[in-house]
T-cell receptor
Framework: ETGVTQTPRHLVMGMTNKKSLKCEQH?????MYWYKQSAKKPLELMFV???????ENNSVPSRFSPECPNSSHLFLHLHTLQPEDSALYLC??????????????FGSGTQLSVL | GENVEQHPSTLSVQEGDSAVIKCTYS??????FPWYKQELGKRPQLIID?????GEKKDQRIAVTLNKTAKHFSLHITETQPEDSAVYFC?????FGGGATNKLIFGTGTLLAVQP
């Protein structure tokens, strides 16, 4: 257990549904991330939050909406998704310092299937 | 923006042999290069990382080398064991400090299979 917990582990949804992915980190980190992992593609950075402020939005469609209510929790709200959005969604956290980038701790991911 | 290319996409070795995975990056300002291992059905986990002020780093059977001039870095695993079988991802970022965050850009991954 790395201290980053994601729920649910699996999610099947229709294109008209609205659902949310949840991530919680127990490591006291100051940054949280959403990554998308599709087969035969690199891990794609979606969103970055630092000290609860969004500092990166990597040209992600508006049908994905992140929320970071505090430094320990991160959500990804999903609505009117497309079948090509089916993938493993990974949450991660890190403790970033003025000295630079630090190690990412990943959650186990949510395997999303859009029908 | 940063682009990271990783080769090979698959690698099969015999137990005890060495394995080498190579990555190139495009942004010369990148200064942090981690390697993550992802076993089947599990989360990616950091196995080793290197910063741009160092040319090589070792940790038991694994080592990473960095060539800043050529903008490439490599993962070396010696005396491979079946439990080394996994997908390995390289990544690069410019951890721009000042409390800013880590924008890691990942390679496409290498599936390493160690045959007993």
């Amino acid at each position: 257990e790395t201290g980053v917990t994601q729920t649910p582990r699996h999610l099947v949804m229709g294109m008209t549904n609205k659902k949310s992915l949840k991530c919680e980190q127990h490591l006291g980190h100051n940054a949280m991330y959403w990554y998308k992992q599709s087969a035969k593609k690199p891990l794609e950075l979606m969103f970055v939050y630092s000290l609860e402020e969004r500092v990166e939005n990597n040209s992600v469609p508006s049908r994905f909406s992140p929320e970071c209510p505090n430094s320990s929790h991160l959500f990804l709200h999903l609505h009117t998704l497309q079948p090509e959005d089916s993938a493993l969604y990974l949450c991660a956290s890190s403790q970033d310092t003025p000295g630079g980038a630090e190690k990412l701790f990943f959650g186990s991911g949510t395997q999303l299937s859009v029908l | 923006g940063e682009n990271v290319e990783q080769h090979p996409s698959t690698l099969s070795v015999q137990e005890g042999d060495s394995a080498v995975i190579k990555c190139t990056y495009s942004d010369s300002a990148s200064n942090y290069f981690p390697w993550y291992k992802q076993e089947l059905g599990k989360r990616p986990q950091l196995i080793i990382d290197i910063r741009s002020n160092v040319g090589e780093k070792k940790d038991q059977r694994i080592a990473v080398t960095l060539n800043k001039t050529a903008k490439h870095f490599s993962l070396h695993i010696t005396e491979t064991q079946p439990e080394d079988s996994a997908v390995y991802f390289c990544a690069a970022s410019k951890g721009f400090g000042g409390g800013a965050t880590n924008k890691l850009i990942f390679g496409t991954g290498t599936l390493l299979a160690v045959q007993p």
